[in-house]
């Protein structure tokens, strides 16, 4: 489970196998150097193409006026950087208060989507347990059938999660794909183990949190990240659920001042300095602090994006 | 999907009494239930939320058949039969106009987006240097984890008016090149969103099917003289295949579903004749038009065709030999 393409075992195997080329197996002819920098190229370009949106956004949320102006619009390169945009966002106002509430749902939301998620995968990894097959059957019925936008509006309604910030975590606190996921991982897992375990007299919840969980970093983290960008990322639930402005996840303010251009003033700010930043500033600003905290988890999790994770949970 | 396997044998294989068979189902039952209790337990949470916010939103589908009125609630509105449907079966202009732009650009994205990864997977496949491979990967799969928010004001930023291209090109009098806010390029422009998106993450299934290639089949195609060309003819595509099949069948099954949250978030400037699709359609005009039983009744034929075509592209799966989604 640690290699994102092959298991250890399997690259040691290939390398002993050539031990000598560049991991060139002898039989693997020489390819034509056009071929190999063409696809060298398409590569870089395709890299290229996500780096530099970011190299850019965040280079013109530190740049001041002067730059921006110069360029016309993004800088790619600032001299002078700045963290006064940030400063002024931060310094409470509509941003800051939109990304304390995006970080307390997403927080809230995947402690509770992964203790539910992982329960419920553990009851369902005994096959012939009493009501296993009604109960997987439902939740794989779940991922054939959508109930639909406007009965799942009429329910939040009538349980009154209207404009309540838990609108935005109860009706997705479950995700029946990552129930299997994680299911099909806790059925790989030997099956010994959690025999001897019971033979030493350990109850179910002593062989969950001892046994599993111990070797079920991996899916955990994997599905942990899952919940928790659907959380963070969550932008529709809110409009639909949330009328009050003053409840609003980061997303939506960022579609407000960002993608329908409001332009954000101090009443919105709540900074009292005569000379803000400049209004690109902001807006990149906001952007660059609606993309950072996937930033900064994503290398610790992406090492787990191993293929039976995702493929053994296909099989369903 | 597994079969329980039974740990005792049945009681009905019992030659017993029916009386004695009568208690010893009990007693089994008993038995279960002593020792997969906690099971169950762990279940509830779980099961809870899917029956509120999946099953009875299933239920709640009965509106499609009201004429539903907010104060009057789901049980004291009037039931009006099929006539919601008629916006369907009658094929009112504004539905009918956002079906044939979801079915547009399904069949765009079906030509255009879903063969990429397959190609992309097969170039990153070609990388011999580990570390290089993994950068690529890392940096690939990224966009897949921002919103549509974040996407859409990225595609802002660097192709709109005032963005980074026009900005570039008026510097260097080369005029300028409108692709967003414009309805005739609408199709394009969230089709090469979808591409930047996810054409990087989509590669992960593929590259897991191919890292199972066994390497000695190129060995022998190697020393029966196939060139690199026909090696992926012969054995890389056969390899990855099942996994292209059951893809496809998903984005088939997914034909009424067009990028929901993206093209809402990019309505306002091109207007409805060039973007609403299925699920818009059934926002704009059921919670922000009020036409609730409508727009239910079209939410609900959508799920429905959905389901058909799902299980219809699998049974062609299986019909052609395939695994596809599930296996028989």
């Known amino acids: 489970m640690t290699g994102l393409l092959e298991t250890t075992a399997e690259r040691r195997a290939r390398r002993n196998r050539h031990p000598a080329s560049d991991e060139r197996p002898a039989w693997m002819g020489r390819q034509p150097r056009w071929a190999t920098a063409a696809r060298g190229g398409l590569l870089t370009v395709a890299c290229l193409a996500v780096i530099v949106p970011f190299v850019a956004v965040v280079m013109t949320s530190l740049a001041p006026q002067r730059d921006i102006s110069a360029r016309g619009g993004l800088v790619l390169f600032t001299s002078e950087p700045s963290l006064a945009a940030y400063r002024a966002v931060l310094s409470g106002g509509v941003v800051t208060r939109a990304l304390s509430v995006s970080v307390a749902v997403t927080a809230v939301g995947t402690v509770l989507s992964l203790a539910c998620t992982i329960m419920l995968a553990y009851a369902l990894s005994r096959p012939g347990s009493l009501l296993h097959k009604p109960i997987l059957l439902m939740t794989l019925f779940t991922l054939l059938f959508n109930p639909g936008m406007i009965p799942m509006y009429l329910i939040v309604k009538q349980l009154g999660l209207i404009d309540n910030l838990a609108a935005l975590i109860l009706p997705v606190v479950v995700n029946a794909f990552n129930v299997i996921v994680m299911r099909s991982f806790f059925l790989e897992l030997p099956g010994e183990l959690t025999e001897s375990a019971k033979i030493d007299g350990a109850g179910e919840l002593r062989i969950l949190t001892s046994i599993v969980l111990p070797l079920s970093k991996a899916v955990v983290a994997v599905v942990g990240l899952f919940y928790a960008v659907a959380y963070w990322n969550a932008f529709f639930s809110a409009l639909l659920y949330l009328p009050s402005p003053e409840k609003w996840p980061l997303q939506l303010v960022l579609r407000t001042f960002v993608v329908n251009q409001t332009p954000l003033g101090t009443d919105e700010l709540s900074a009292s300095t005569e000379s803000l930043p400049p209004q690109a500033s902001i807006q990149m600003a906001i952007l660059v602090m609606s993309v950072i905290p996937i930033l900064i988890i994503y290398p610790f999790i992406q090492k787990h994006f191993s293929k039976g994770l995702l493929i053994g949970a296909v099989k369903g | ?328």
Do not use: C
Request: charge should be neutral; avoid cysteine; charged fraction near 15%.
């Open chain 2, 1 to 328: 999907m597994s079969s329980g396997t039974k740990v005792r044998p049945r009681a009905g294989a019992d030659p017993g009494a029916p009386a004695a068979r009568e208690t010893s189902v009990r007693g089994q039952l008993a038995a279960r239930w002593h020792r997969d209790r906690v099971l169950l337990v762990l279940a509830v949470p779980g099961v809870i939320v899917l029956v509120l916010f999946h099953y009875l939103p299933l239920l709640g589908n009965v509106i499609a058949f009201q004429d539903y009125q907010p104060f009057l609630g789901i049980s004291g509105s009037d039931f009006v039969g099929l006539s919601n449907f008629s916006v369907i079966f009658n094929g009112d202009p504004e539905f009918l106009n956002a079906l044939v732009n979801t079915l547009i650009i399904t069949m765009v994205q079906v030509l255009f987006v879903f063969p990429l990864p397959i190609a992309l997977a097969l170039v990153l496949n070609t990388m011999l240097n580990e570390r290089a491979k993994r950068l690529t990967q890392s940096i690939l799969y990224l966009p897949h984890f921002l919103s549509w928010v974040i996407v859409v004001a990225l595609f802002q930023q660097m192709f709109g008016n005032g963005g980074m291209l026009n900005e570039w090109l008026r510097s260097a009098d080369l005029g300028t090149f409108q692709i967003i806010g414009v309805p005739e390029l609408f199709k394009l422009l969230i089709t090469s969103q979808v591409i930047w998106k996810d054409t990087g993450w989509s590669t992960i299934i593929f590259l897991a099917a191919l890292s199972k290639v066994d390497l000695n089949l190129y060995e022998a195609a190697a020393i029966d003289r196939a060139g690199p060309l026909r090696q992926l003819w012969h054995v890389t595509l056969p390899a990855i295949r099942p996994v292209i099949v059951l893809l496809l069948i998903l984005r088939l099954g997914d034909s009424l579903t067009v990028g929901f949250e993206q093209i809402l978030l990019q309505q306002g400037p091109v207007g409805a004749q060039a973007s609403e699709v299925l699920d818009t359609y059934v926002y704009n005009n059921g919670i922000i038009g009020g036409n609730w039983g409508v727009s239910a009744a079209v939410g609900l034929v959508k799920g429905v065709v959905g389901v058909v075509l799902v299980l219809g592209a699998n049974r062609l799966a299986h019909a052609m030999g395939e695994r596809g989604v599930y296996s028989k």
